[in-house]
């Protein structure tokens, strides 16, 4: 997802907090575009980590007469997700945050997972951002390393993607827990 913000937005984050978390040039004025990912960034992770390593395998050892291990096992060895396009919609739809973007495109469009630095390259000519202007934040590193990868210029790790998950720090990417922490208090 990104946005495009107004002055007020892009100047709403205190420089000082952004140059605290590893940004040494950092000014919200060089930002033009802003890309979030969703699950683990924006919207809360722990419901789709409830629902893949509890309640869908429950349910296939359940039809198949397995116990919750072997399920989880056969489960979870298949499969690997960058939000589908339908995930995506019905999510847009129960939270309403869709409204508030310019844009969504999701992995299953452009064809490559965002871990593969050609993902952004594509992505760039859809939503025609510039890499140097840009800031991504996601909660995986991988996802960020290609961006690197690929150039864009400011990218962030949210630490804790499920609310019920550890926190975690990284050695190459700033980190936030909270969006409230780029947000000016006076």
């Known amino acids: 997802m990104h946005f495009r913000g107004t002055k007020e937005h892009e ?7 952004m140059k605290e978390r590893g940004f040494q ?24 980590d409830y629902f893949w390593e509890h309640l869908l395998p ?3 050892a359940r039809k198949y007469s397995l116990d919750i291990r072997e399920a989880r096992h056969r489960l979870l060895s298949r499969f690997v997700t960058n939000a589908h396009y339908k995930t995506l919609d019905l999510k847009l739809k129960k939270n309403e945050i869709g409204k508030y973007f310019d844009s969504v495109i999701c992995a299953f469009d452009i064809g490559l997972p965002k871990e593969d ?5 594509k992505a760039a000519k859809i939503i025609r951002f510039n ?8 909660d995986t590193e991988n ?8 150039g864009i210029r400011y990218l962030i790790l949210k630490a804790r993607p499920s609310s019920r998950g550890e926190l975690r720090t990284s050695e190459q990417f700033p980190a936030i827990t909270y969006f409230k922490e780029l947000i ?3």
Not at 11 to 17: A, G, H, P
Not at 131 to 138: A, G, I, N, Y
Not at 143 to 150: D, G
């Open 58 to 60: 429950e349910e296939y």
């Open 131 to 138: 890499k140097e202007t840009t800031m991504l934040v996601d």
């Open 25 to 48: 040039d950092f000014s919200w004025d060089a930002v033009e575009t802003v890309l979030l990912d969703m699950d683990g960034t924006l919207l809360d992770k722990y419901f789709d």
């Open 117 to 121: 630095s050609a993902f952004w390259e």
């Open 184 to 186: 000016r208090d006076d």
């Open 143 to 150: 996802v960020l390393l290609s961006a690197r990868a690929y």
């Open 11 to 17: 100047n709403s984050c205190k420089d000082s907090q």
